[in-house]
C-alpha cells in the first residue's frame, strides 16, 4: 500500500513540472506586455526597457523558463507586478478561504450525492428516481453566479437567516490567524461565537458550489449501483440471505463507488474553477477573486503562481483519490494489503 | 411415509417479457426425501435456473407471483423464502463472479452466519475454519482474511461450498457448480460434494447438464423439458433405459455415448410461444396428430414417471 502510495505521488510529479513550463510558455505567447502594462500609459520606451531590464524580460525565453522553474522549486513566485509585494505570502494568505470553501462543498456534494445516488437507484424508474435524475440536470445546467444571486435573495434579504456576503461577521473581530482556515483558527481561539459565524458564512457560498457536484456524484453512484446490482454476486448474497439494507447500502454501494471516488477527484478541479464565480458573488476573499484581479491587472507573475497552486492541490487531492480507490477495492493496489 | 424435505408441487412460473408472457415453468412437480439427491438435467433455456431461484426466492423482477407450492420441511417457502435462509445451503454457478471482490471472503460468509445461525462471531470464525478444513482449503486459518482474488477458481467453489454448509442445513442446492471450473477441478469439487452431503446427510438438488454428473452424484434425476418435467425416475433406470423420446435423443447426443454427433433437430421453443399439445412433438420423431392436440399426462409407472404416451415406441 505504502509503494503504491508513493508510485502515485513520484508520477504526479512530471504533471506538475509539464505544467510548469507550459502555463510559463502560455503567459509569454499570449498578447500584451507585462512591462508595458507595469510601466503605465504614459511610460517612454525608455523606462518600459528599463523595467524589462528589471524582470528580466530581456533574456532568452528558454533562460527565463529555467529561472522561472529554479524560483518555483524554491518556493518562490516572485513579486506581484501589481502589488508588488511577494506572490507566495499573496497567495498564502488567500488560499486556505478557498480550499476551506472547495473542501466544504466537495463534502456536501458527496454526504448528499451518494445516498441520493444510493436511493434513486434502489428505487430504478419509480417516482424518486426520476425525481433525483431530473434534479441532477437541474443541478448541472443552473449557472452557478445566478444561483448564488437567488440563494442570497431568498436566504439574506427575504428571510434574513443566513448572512450575504464575507466570510465573518465584522463585528465580532476576527481570531488570531494560525490555519488561516477559519472554522480552525476560530475553534484554537476557544471562540465558538465565531466558529457559528464562520459556519453561518460557509452555507451559501458552498451550497452554491456543491450543488453541480451533488448532481454528478448522484449521477455517477445512481448509475455504479445500477450496474452492481445486476452482477452475479448480488444474486448470490440474496440467495445466501444477506439482509435487504446491507446489501443494498454497504455490499453493493463499496463496489459502486469506485466510479464516483474517480469523479469526485475531477469534480475538485470543476470545484476550483467553480470558486472563481461564487467568491466573486459572496464576496470571498480566497484565491478566486484574486486570480480575477491578477487577470484584469495582467499580473501574470500572479497568475502563474495561482496556475500551479490550483495544479498542486488537484494533483494532491487526486493522490489521496488513489488512496481511497486502493482503500475501497483491494485489487488496485496489487495484491491485498 | 416420511415428510419429505423438498416438496414442489403444481409449479408455474412466468416472466412478463416485450414479447408478452413467457411461461418458464409449467406445472413441476419434485420431492426430495430427507439426505435424497435429485438431479435435473435439461437444455439451455428449459427453466433449470428458474426453478432454482423460484426455490431460494430471488425470482426476477419481472416475474409474476408463482403459482402451485413448494414446502421445505412441510413449510411454505413461496410465501417467503426468509425463514428458510440458511437451512438450504446454495452453491452457485461461477465461482469467479459470485463472490464480491471489494469484501474479504471470509467476512462474507461469515455475514451469512450472523444471520442466520446461532453463536458468537468468534464462534462462526471457529467453525467457518473447521469448514474451510472439510472443504480442504490450503491454510484455512488464513483463508479467513483473503480477498477473493487471491484464491483460484477450485479454491473460490470450495469457499462457496463451505459458505453454503456455514449454517448447518439440511439440503444442498448447487447450480452447475463446476462448469466454469477445468476438468480435473470438477471431479475433485464433485468428489468433495459427494462426501460431504453424504457425510452429512445432506438432502442435495444438482442442476446440470451433464449426465456423467448425474450418475455420480444423484440417485434421482428430473429431465426438464421448456418448462415442464418430462421424465422422472432413478438416475441409473434413466441413463440405461430412457423412455421419453426428448430423454433418449439428450442421451444420444452426450459425446460419450454418441455414436454419430447428430443432436436434436430444431431448438427449445422460445417460452413466449409454446407450441400447442407436448411441447417437445415439433422436434419429436415420434410425434403424431395427437400430440400436438393435448398435453399428455406425467404417466406413473412404478418409481418412474414420463410425459409421454409413446414411451415405449422404439425410434424408426
Redesign the interface.
Known sequence: MLRYLLRRLALSLPALLGLVLLTFVLSRVVPGDPAAALAGDAATPAQIAEIRAQYGLDRPLAEQALIHLKQVVQGDFGRSIFSGRPVAEEILQRLPATLELTFAALLLATLIGIPLGLIAAMNHNGLIDHLVRLMSVGGLAIASFWLAIMLQLVFSMELDILPLRGRLDVALGSPPRLTGFLMLDTLLAGRLDMFLSACRHLVLPAVTLALPGIATIARFTRSGVLETLQKDFVLYARAAGYGRVRLAAIYVLRNAVTVTVTQIGLLFGALISGAVAVEAVFDWPGLGTYAVQAILAADYKALLAVTLVVGVVYAVVNVLVDLAQALIDPRIAGAGR | MTQPLLAVEGLAVALRTDHGLARILDDVALTIPPGGSLGVVGESGCGKSTLL?AI???LPKGATTPSGRIRFQGRDLLAGA?WA??RIG?V?Q?PY???????RAGD?IL??MR??APGSRADHRRKLVELFRAVQLPEPAAALD??P??FSGGQRQRL?IA??LACDPALLIADEPTTALDVTTQREILGLLKRLVAERGLGLLFVTHDFGVLATLCDRVAVLYAGQVAELGPTRAVLDTPWHPYTRLLLACHPDRATTLAGIPGTVPAATAQPSGCRFHPRCPLAQPACAAAPPALLALGERAVACPRHEVPFG
Not at chain 2, 463472479?97 to 469484501?103: A, I, Q, T, W
Open positions: 431461484r431460494l426466492g430471488i426468509d435462509r440458511g446454495f452457485p461461477d463472479l459470485s463472490l464480491n471482490p471489494v469484501f462474507q455475514e451469512i444471520r442466520h483473503k480477498y482474488h487471491q462457496l459458505a453454503a
